[in-house]
Nanobody, 128 residues
């Protein structure tokens, strides 16, 4: 069983930065896909970024490429999402998610329903 706890959300002005953290308890994520998703009010949960910690491959949604960076510290079992040049449309609840790497393909890593474990979410609000 993997438990995920996000932190680091908050209120920031457009153009600002935030770093989200996701602490994973229960095991290290070295053989997992770790993903970040977000959900704005009235919208479906959408993919933001993911990393296959076995292969090192990283995937980003087009809307965040060049602005967001997913990284992690395996020794601390913590995954990060560095968000720069934030825009009002980035406002959402951000969720960390995990799934064992052998269970899905790279394409499936961008689909929320493929993930087995979820954090409680952290609110990010970007003011204009």
């Amino acid at each position: 069983q993997v438990q995920l706890v996000e932190s680091g959300g908050g209120l920031v002005q457009a153009g600002g930065s935030l770093r989200l953290s996701c602490a994973a308890s229960g095991r290290t994520f070295s053989n997992y896909y770790m993903g970040w998703f977000r959900q704005a009010p009235g919208k479906e949960r959408e993919f933001v970024a993911a990393k296959n910690w076995s292969s090192g491959r990283i995937y980003y949604a087009d809307s965040v490429k060049g602005r967001f960076t997913i990284s992690g510290d395996n020794a601390k079992s913590t995954v990060y999402l560095q968000m720069n040049s934030l825009k009002p449309e980035d406002t959402a609840v951000y969720y960390c998610a995990a799934v064992a790497g052998y269970k899905i393909t790279a394409t499936q890593a961008m689909r929320a329903r493929q993930y087995d474990y979820w954090g409680q979410g952290t609110q990010v609000t970007v003011s204009s």
